[in-house]
């Protein structure tokens, strides 16, 4: 006699009960966030006219990167040097190699000498002229924000932008908080 096997029953997966959260877009991971904002930034570069600078700041902190427009004289990108940071807050031997690596020339005069000095500077600098790949400078400014200032995230981050004349410049593309500006006395 030959045994019968009993055939499995067939079952209808479960259903799945509906969020209404499903269809809600999520958050990026980190590194998707910060290709996403360097394409922002990329974008915002290029939209900066002659003699105005962008600052990305490490919310609650001293770290920054801030870029300028020189027109026919390229871009001015500088790094925070540990002139400008708490003793407390230094660079670290790494930071500076990365810094070095990154292609940031390394501060060449003390701070006291206020202004601009067209041949060195009292951060990390680095002086381009036209034309100037803006996206090696996204590139850059996003490394030195996550390898060497640590911002983790680019939601650690805000802004502040400017003209040389002091007018303030809103950039809500950038998809970051505007840094708040202290009352004038």
């Known amino acids: 006699m030959t045994e019968k ?3 499995p029953k067939h079952r209808k997966p479960p259903r799945s009960r509906r969020s209404p959260l499903d269809s809600a877009a999520r958050q990026p991971v980190t590194p998707d966030a910060w290709r996403q904002f360097a394409d922002r930034l990329l974008v915002t570069l290029c939209a900066l006219e002659e003699d105005e600078f962008l600052v990305l700041q490490v ?4 770290r920054y990167v801030q870029i300028m427009d020189q027109g026919a004289f390229g871009l001015r990108a500088e790094s925070v040097s540990d002139f400008y940071l708490p003793e407390d807050d230094h660079l670290g031997e790494e930071d500076y190699r990365i810094l070095m ?3 940031w020339h390394a501060p060449t005069r003390l701070p006291e ?3 601009h000095d067209f041949d060195g500077s009292s951060n990390y600098y680095l002086d381009l002229a036209r034309p100037v790949s803006v996206e090696d400078v996204a590139v850059m400014t996003v490394l030195t924000l996550i ?5 983790g995230h680019p939601g650690r981050l805000e802004y502040d932008a400017r003209s040389l004349t ?8 950038l998809g970051i908080r505007r840094r ?5 006395a």
């Open 5 to 7: 096997t009993a055939k």
């Open 59 to 62: 919310k609650g902190t001293d």
């Open 101 to 103: 690596n990154l292609g």
């Open 113 to 115: 000498f206020f202004g």
């Open 147 to 151: 390898h060497v200032h640590r911002a």
């Open 166 to 173: 002091g007018q303030s410049i809103r950039l809500p593309t």
């Open 180 to 184: 708040a500006v202290e009352a004038q």
